[in-house]
């Protein structure tokens, strides 16, 4: 049951960030889905596929971004490790905590990312991409492992 779970959670995310990137000229700002699965790997995963799998979830949002590709390769490789690294330390039964890791992995992600972007292609800062997603993205988060049996599915005590 538990694989299942954690099968159908990973596939809506893919699936709210494929609808979240053919309607972002609508919205405001994007969430960003696949962090959260990128989290996850790391807080549950070693330090050898939660690399390969930050790689591999910076390349899909390179081609969700459609900008330079590599650059959120590079920015979500850095953050999976970090993340892998932290998770080992802190205790994720406390929600704030939770929600911080979350949050500030995001944020460190895109700031390196929107740092790479203004140099090569002069793209601007945008406090959207370094404020208010990572927020809502790490909010998302806490609300998706708030229940208790939430918890005992994904197995994140």
């Not at 596929?49 to 390769?73: C, E, H, N, R």
């Not at 929600?99 to 959207?128: C, K, T």
Request: charge should be positive; charged fraction near 10%; avoid cysteine.
């Amino acid at each position: 049951m538990n694989r299942r779970v954690k099968v159908g959670i990973f596939l809506l995310l893919i699936g709210l960030q494929v609808l979240s990137h053919r309607y972002r000229d609508v919205l405001k700002f994007n969430l960003d889905f696949l962090h959260l699965i990128l989290v996850y790997i790391a807080v549950q995963s070693g330090f050898v596929k939660t690399i390969l799998s930050a790689t591999v979830i910076g390349l899909i949002t390179d081609y969700f971004s459609m900008q330079v590709m590599g650059v959120f390769g590079f920015s979500r490789t850095i953050s999976g490790y970090l993340l892998n690294e932290i998770a080992r330390h802190i205790d994720l039964k406390n929600n704030f905590l939770a929600f911080l890791l979350i949050s500030v992995s995001l944020l460190f992600s895109n700031l390196i990312a929107n740092v790479f972007f203004h140099f090569i292609s002069g793209f601007p800062f945008q406090l959207s991409l370094i404020l208010y997603q990572p927020l809502a993205t790490g909010l998302l988060g806490v609300l998706i492992i708030l229940p208790r049996k939430m918890r005992q599915y994904l197995d994140v005590y």
